[in-house]
Nanobody, 123 residues
Framework: QVHLVESGGGLVQAGGSLRLSCAAS????????MGWFRQAPGSEREFVAA???????YNAVSVKGRFTISRDNAKNTVYLQMNSLKPEDTAVYYC?????????????????WGQGTQVTVSS
């Protein structure tokens, strides 16, 4: 079992920045793909970004150029740096882990999930 704990969410004004962290513990593997998803009220959970063990990153079009995913394998931690935040970025952000080396934008391909952290962007 893998346990994921997110932190770093909060309230920020439009144009501001936040950095989310996700600490993994348990039967982790540095080869796992790590991803961030988000879910706004009344909406489905959507892909934000993912990163492979080797550092290859994938981003949703809506966050490209503003969000950066990174990972520290030694610390079993993945980060999401969010800049130029917009009110439409408001959502609960979830960290997820996928066994295997191939990335995916499909939430159903991820095996473990954190409890989520709220990000609210005011206009």
């Amino acid at each position: 079992q893998v346990h994921l704990v997110e932190s770093g969410g909060g309230l920020v004004q439009a144009g501001g920045s936040l950095r989310l962290s996700c600490a993994a513990s348990g039967r982790t593997s540095s080869s796992d793909v790590m991803g961030w998803f988000r879910q706004a009220p009344g909406s489905e959970r959507e892909f934000v970004a993912a990163i492979t063990w080797g550092g290859t990153t994938y981003n949703a079009v809506s966050v490209k150029g503003r969000f950066t995913i990174s990972r520290d394998n030694a610390k079993n931690t993945v980060y999401l740096q969010m800049n130029s935040l917009k009110p439409e970025d408001t959502a609960v952000y979830y960290c997820a882990a996928r066994r295997g080396i191939y990335s995916s934008r499909n939430r159903n391909d991820y095996d473990y999930w954190g409890q989520g952290t709220q990000v609210t962007v005011s206009s």
